[in-house]
């Protein structure tokens, strides 16, 4: 006996019958397995409540059985979901890498271009420049031989010299903006 049972007499008592009764019925039980072994009309009553305990426990079997198929078949379901949705996460991944390196691409393509606009801008600010300073030595030419009225050899060789050498860099100007 344990303190419990001093202490709590009936709860210990409760036990026990409980006990004895749980004892008897598996031993029906272990005498009655099928439903066709039990005799219905019998006197013990644990008897006959094994025996048509065995087609509840038969019937609550076969409700388990058929929920774990069914649940065997959800899981199935949900793994098939789940693998499709995975397969499509990376399709989707995959299409989100191929825009973002698209839209690096354009974003290269964008500096590259303004870097050729503000070349360009620059070469022909540099160009315009030196049409302006050829255009002022055509000028300085033009104005210094009218002002002469006999001009010497020299101040004619010189200006035909500065005459071709502006020449030439116009034309080698006129090569880059072509």
């Given at each position: 006996?344990?303190?419990?049972?001093?202490?709590?007499?009936?709860?210990?008592?409760?036990?026990?019958?409980?006990?004895?009764?749980?004892?008897?019925?598996?031993?029906?039980?272990?005498?009655?397995?099928?439903?066709?072994?039990?005799?219905?009309?019998?006197?013990?009553?644990?008897?006959?409540?094994?025996?048509?305990?065995?087609?509840?426990?038969?019937?609550?079997?076969?409700?388990?059985?058929?929920?774990?198929?069914?649940?065997?078949?959800?899981?199935?379901?949900?793994?098939?979901?789940?693998?499709?949705a995975r397969a499509d996460l990376r399709l989707r991944q995959q299409e989100r890498r191929s825009l973002e390196q698209r839209a690096s691409d354009l974003d290269r393509e964008v500096l590259r271009l303004r870097g050729l606009l503000a070349r360009a801008?620059?070469?022909?600010?540099?160009?315009?420049?030196?049409?302006?300073?050829?255009?002022?030595?055509?000028?300085?030419?033009?104005?210094?031989?009218?002002?002469?009225?006999?001009?010497?050899?020299?101040?004619?060789?010189?200006?035909?010299?500065?005459?071709?050498?502006?020449?030439?860099?116009?034309?080698?100007?006129?090569?880059?903006?072509?």
């Amino acid at each position: 006996m344990t303190v419990e049972s001093f202490k709590y007499p009936r709860r210990a008592m409760g036990r026990a019958v409980f006990a004895a009764a749980a004892a008897s019925a598996v031993v029906a039980l272990a005498g009655c397995v099928s439903t066709s072994d039990c005799d219905p009309n019998q006197a013990n009553f644990f008897s006959a409540a094994a025996c048509e305990g065995t087609g509840v426990a038969q019937d609550r079997e076969d409700m388990t059985e058929q929920q774990a198929r069914r649940a065997e078949a959800r899981v199935a379901a949900l793994r098939e979901d789940l693998s499709r949705a995975r397969a499509d996460l990376r399709l989707r991944q995959q299409e989100r890498r191929s825009l973002e390196q698209r839209a690096s691409d354009l974003d290269r393509e964008v500096l590259r271009l303004r870097g050729l606009l503000a070349r360009a801008e620059q070469v022909e600010g540099v160009n315009q420049s030196r049409l302006n300073d050829l255009q002022t030595r055509l000028d300085t030419l033009q104005a210094s031989t009218a002002a002469t009225s006999s001009p010497s050899t020299r101040e004619i060789e010189r200006s035909e010299a500065e005459a071709e050498a502006i020449l030439a860099e116009t034309d080698a100007l006129l090569g880059l903006t072509s």
